[in-house]
Structure formats: C-alpha cells, structure tokens
C-alpha cells in the first residue's frame, strides 16, 4: 500500500476565503465611514474630492485590471503544466504592483507638497469635511498600499517555490490562494476609484 | 480506469481558458472607461448609484472567473452570500442610526 500524504485543496481554498471575507469586512467598514461621512458633509467631500487626480487613479485601475489577469492566468498555466509561463506571468503581476506604487507615490508626494497630509496646517484651518475626507483617503489608499506590498511579497515567494518545482503541476493550490489574495486588492480597488475620484 | 480519474480531476481542478480570461479583462476595461464616461456626466446622485453598480458588476465579474468562485463549491458561494449579507447589515443598520438620529 503506498502511503500518500493528505492534502485537502477544497479546505485551503475555503480557508482562504474566510480569511478574504474578514478583509471584505475590514474594508467595507471604512467605506461605510466613508459614506456615513459623504452623508454629513457633501459640498466640503466634492470640494476635496476634485483635488485628487483622476489620471492617476484611471491608470492605476488599469494597472491592477492587468495584474489580475495575469495573477490568474498564472494560476492557468501552472494547471496546465506551463513552469517557465507561471514564472513569467507572475513577475508580470510582480512589475504591475511595482507601477501601481511608483504611481501612488508620485500621487501622494503630490498631494503633500500641498500641504494635505494628516494634521497638515492647511487641514487644520480648512472646513473639518475636507480634514474627514483626507484623512480617510489616507487611510484607505495607504491600507490598500500595505496589501499591494503584502501581495507582492507573497506572490514573489510562490514564485521562486514554482521555479524551484515545489509548487507544481499537481501541487498548486498555494499559488490559487496567492492570487486569490491578489484579487481581493483588485476587487478593493474596484470600489475605492470610483468612491473618491470619480463621484465627488 | 482512466477515463473515470481524468473526469473526476478534471471536475476538481477547472481550468480556465487564457481566451476567457483575457475577454473577462477587456470586458472589465469597457466597464471602467463606462464608469468614468457615467461620472464625468451631470447626473447628480444617480452617477453615484451608476458608478456602485459597474462597480459591483466589476467585482462578479472578478469573483467569478478570476477568483474561479463559478467553479467551486456551492458552499463558497453560501459564504460569499453570508458576508455579504453581514456587509449589507452593518450598512443599513449604520443609515439607520445616522440618517434618523
């Protein structure tokens, strides 16, 4: 009798994605402040939302749409026992978040070169509906930010485990939930473009 | 017999197409040059429901085929449709209070 070791794909999948709902719920508590505060102060959220650069934004939705796709045609060709294509695909992942905060950073040096920033003297002595509305655009953006760089860090690992063959065509299910990860930062930002630099 | 494993790894393991993937990116690209074209519009409040809905259509699109969540279990998507569901509490639950207080 071989002894085969035990693996249990569908429960590291699910796994996965109760640990996602708990983000979905962590985010979806700062869009709720997000629209609580939108409800209070609606003319002082237009005013402050129009300072954001919808360029930047636009792009970096793009930026994110890509990296997704190829995060899941990674998952794709490692199926189909496509090593060199996985490996390549995910450094294409890897080099969209690396232009997504090249981007925010460029985004934010911006915005503080202004004097907006958090406790900025300019916030202080504005309308307290703008101070509410960069301090969340800071919180959210930069909370997003730490997950593009929890993500690339984390699809960077899989990617020398599939290079290095521990991760395969039979094994693969660290990867699916690597790029599930990914995703989530997609699905975040499908939300955050629109809310804070398009409706305002 | 072969053919029976292959059917039953093949039903465990979906395997997306990189043709169907790619659709599902330009389809999601459309979506976002609509949003953008919907807003840059004068439509008062009903640019902000707009924009929540390609948003919310964007996001099925990349739950389902992305995230593979069309060919999992059906018990991923009772958990999907149960933190959802906590979301939308926790929504109505805060206008509530806030727009009645």
């Known amino acids: 009798m071989s002894h085969q070791e035990h693996t249990d794909n569908i429960g590291a999948k699910l796994g996965m994605w109760l640990f996602l709902f708990t ?3 962590l985010f979806g508590g700062l869009f709720i402040l997000y629209a ?3 409800a209070r102060y609606p003319h002082e959220f237009s005013a402050a939302g129009k300072e954001l650069n919808v360029t930047f934004g636009a792009i970096n939705t793009v930026v994110l749409l890509t990296s997704s796709l190829l995060a899941a045609m990674a998952v794709t060709a490692i199926k189909r026992g496509e090593k060199g294509l996985t490996v390549a695909l995910l450094s294409g992942t890897l080099g969209c978040a690396l232009i997504f905060l090249v981007i925010k950073y460029f985004e934010w040096s911006a915005k503080i070169h202004h004097g907006i920033y958090p406790g900025s003297p300019r916030l202080v002595a504005g309308a307290p509906g703008e101070s509410v509305f960069f301090g969340l655009y800071y919180i959210t953006t930069g ?4 997950h593009v760089v929890i993500g690339g860090a984390v699809l960077g690992w899989i990617g020398t485990r599939v290079n290095s063959g521990s991760l395969n065509q039979g094994n693969n299910v660290a ?7 990914w995703h989530l930062v997609d699905l975040v930002w499908i939300f955050i473009f629109p809310l804070y630099y398009l409706i305002l | 017999m072969t053919s029976d494993t292959a059917v039953h790894a ?3 393991e979906h395997i997306v197409s990189y043709k169907k993937l790619c659709a599902v990116w330009l389809t999601l690209l459309v979506l976002t040059v609509a949003t953008v074209l919907i807003t840059r519009a004068d439509l008062g409040a009903a640019k902000v429901w707009a924009a929540l809905g390609i948003a919310s259509l964007k996001s099925g699109l990349v739950i389902a085929f992305f995230m593979h969540m069309k060919y999992e279990a ?3 998507r009772i958990i999907l449709f149960v933190a959802l569901v906590t979301l939308a509490t926790f929504v109505g639950f805060t206008f509530f209070d806030v727009l009645y207080r």
Do not use: I, P, S
């Not at chain 1, 909370?143 to 730490?146: R, Y």
């Open chain 1, 36 to 38: 609580v505060y939108l």
């Open chain 1, 175 to 181: 990867l699916e939930n690597g790029t599930l990860y």
């Open chain 2, 10 to 12: 093949e039903h465990a």
């Open chain 2, 74 to 76: 059906r018990l991923f």
């Open chain 1, 143 to 146: 909370l997003h930010g730490v």
């Open chain 1, 23 to 25: 983000e979905l719920l």
